[in-house]
């Protein structure tokens, strides 16, 4: 059996807009239990992915920390008690939208890639995550490295 893209990847992908804010995004991560989101325009064509690194990296420039696992967000200043700052750090984070951080060079494959060569892109690239698109760019799904492990599992391959 040639195992294929469309044969290891989840077709019910969940993505965001780019006038998504990294608030509502931190809030589908953490629902969803999820470390990356396509970014889609409204024809559903990707334009770019999100990853809970890029978010984290952006929130230390800001030095606000977002916290994945909850419905808050922390600021490391050294005087937790300057309330200011932590508020300021928070708008900031509500008001960003994620195209502003999102990886815009996508690594993406199609359904008929073969499934050893989707795990050489992951592997090469480093990266954990590959959008699935059709020709014309629209998002079709999504395969993460445990997608790969599961199927593995799944076939006893």
Known sequence: MKVQAKDVMNPKVISVTTGTTLKEAVRIFADHKISALP????????MGILSESDIVDYSSKLHVVPMLDSSGWISPYENPGEIFDYK?????LEKTVVEKIMSKKVVTVQKETPGPEVARIMKKKKI???????????????????????????TGE
């Open 88 to 92: 300021q750090g928070f708008e900031l």
């Open 128 to 154: 954990n995550h590959v959008p699935v698109v059709d020709k014309k760019g629209k998002l079709c799904g999504i395969i993460a490295r445990a997608d790969m492990i599961n199927f593995l599992a799944s």
């Open 39 to 46: 970014v889609v325009d409204m024809e559903e064509k990707l």
